[in-house]
């Protein structure tokens, strides 16, 4: 049986073990909480959508093109006893994420965790790079996290609780061949994560990032196979991440377990970075 009115996590330890033991509950950690992941269809993002159903979340995720492996992601989240929508927006779109954010709250209720996951690479040498390589992967990357994250937070501010997980790269730490315009949007996040967590610390909500290191996704699949052999032997663990890895730490940030960590950038990468 679950237990359906908030999440428990306002309880005493001793007295959700007593509930649990006497009533035959099983306690879900993030129960009555509404999640919004961004680019939920596939990949790192749809990983996070499950695991925060795992934990009881409601989960409400956009997609932009993946319509149909929405709709499976959707169904498989809603297989977990919690409610899901996905929304198509594109976060670039001021508009669409007003839309996404508004629609989220009449179904769902107030949106206090987000996850700022959807991103993409348009990798190439910086001479040879075109400013339109540049600005798609900052409006993406940059401009989706500043619309989605202004539409998102006064709901957190208003319920006294949140959690902002920004999905970042390692490469924000160090830098990669090619990724001159990537590279500069992932340690921009992490400069965004440390900043905003400054600011709304007292307001109940902790700002952190993840960094994942190669991860075993669409994103991946673009990086040729000679390239990604090379990227195994240097990473001491000896392969690419899984996105349930990736989904692992963000649900740890998201939970109450992870009350006073904020501002922190956690590296996920197999330790190809230390
Ligand atoms: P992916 O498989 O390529 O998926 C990208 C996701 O972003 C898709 O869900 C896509 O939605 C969404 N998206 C892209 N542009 C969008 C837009 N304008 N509006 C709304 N959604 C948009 O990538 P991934 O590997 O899962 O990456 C997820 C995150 O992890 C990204 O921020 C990425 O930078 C980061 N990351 C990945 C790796 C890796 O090795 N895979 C490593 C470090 C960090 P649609 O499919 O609907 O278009």
Same mark, same amino acid.
């Given at each position: ?105 009449? $179904?769902?209720? &107030? +949106?206090?965790? *987000?996850?700022?996951?959807?991103? #993409?690479?348009?990798?190439? %040498? =910086? @001479? ?104 195994? $032997?240097?990473? &001491? +663990?000896?392969? *690419?991440?899984?996105?349930?890895? #990736?989904?692992?730490?963000? %649900? =740890? @940030? ?21």
């Amino acid at each position: 049986m679950v237990l359906t009115v908030g999440d428990g996590s306002c309880l005493p330890a001793y007295r959700r073990l007593k509930l649990k033991k006497e009533k035959g509950f099983t306690m879900k950690e993030l129960q009555g909480k509404v999640c919004l992941v961004t680019g939920g269809a596939r990949g790192i993002g749809s990983a996070i959508a499950l695991a925060m159903a795992d934990l009881g979340a409601d989960v409400v995720f956009n997609y932009q093109t993946s319509r149909e492996r929405a709709e499976e992601v959707c169904r498989s989240v809603q297989g977990k006893g919690v409610r899901c929508h996905a929304v198509a927006a594109n976060v670039t779109s001021e508009e669409d994420v007003n839309r996404l954010v508004q629609e989220t709250q009449d $179904a769902l209720g &107030p +949106i206090s965790i *987000l996850v700022n996951n959807a991103g #993409i690479t348009r990798d190439r %040498t =910086f @001479l040879k790079m075109t400013k339109a390589m540049w600005d798609e992967v900052m409006h993406v990357n940059l401009d989706g996290l500043f619309n989605v994250t202004h539409a998102a937070l006064p709901s957190m501010i208003n319920l006294g609780w949140g959690r902002i997980i920004n999905i970042s790269s390692f490469v924000g730490l160090t830098g990669n061949f090619g990724q001159t315009n990537y590279a500069a949007t992932k340690g921009g996040i992490n400069s965004f994560t440390m900043t905003l967590a400054r600011e709304v610390a007292r307001k109940g909500i902790t700002v952190n990032a993840v960094a994942p290191g190669f991860t075993d996704t669409d994103m991946a699949k673009a990086v040729p196979a000679a390239a990604l052999d090379q990227i195994k $032997a240097i990473t &001491p +663990i000896g392969r *690419l991440g899984t996105p349930e890895e #990736i989904a692992h730490a963000v %649900t =740890f @940030l998201a939970s109450p377990r992870a009350s006073y960590i904020t501002g922190h950038v956690l590296s996920v990468n197999g330790g190809i970075l230390m």
